[in-house]
């Protein structure tokens, strides 16, 4: 039941950050859409087809994308910092 429940918070989450990200034309909104909805996808595949995605090479793949989106989220914070200060 829990595993319902992620997919759908994933799904809403993503499809508010894409109608923030469009409506207020702002695209630093769009790489946590694309985020979430890639953990939506993940989660349903995991809830509805039953596919272990956590193990193996699917859940290398899982653990590289969240990785790269976090060192991005980073890099992104510390040049905001920079430019602030200035």
Same mark, same amino acid.
Request: net charge positive; proline share 1%.
């Given at each position: ?44 595949? +995991? ?15 899982? +653990? ?18 920079? +430019?602030n200060k200035k």
């Open positions: 039941m829990t595993e319902y429940i992620y997919v759908f918070l994933w799904a809403v989450l993503a499809l508010l950050c894409f109608v923030i990200a469009f409506k207020e034309k702002k695209l630093y909104a769009l790489a946590p859409a694309l985020v979430l909805a890639f953990m939506s996808v993940w989660y349903g595949l +995991r809830a509805f087809a039953g596919i272990a995605v956590f193990s193996g090479t699917l859940g290398i793949i899982y +653990r590289v994308v969240l990785g790269v989106f976090l060192a991005l989220c980073i890099v992104f914070y510390v040049i905001s910092r920079i +430019r």
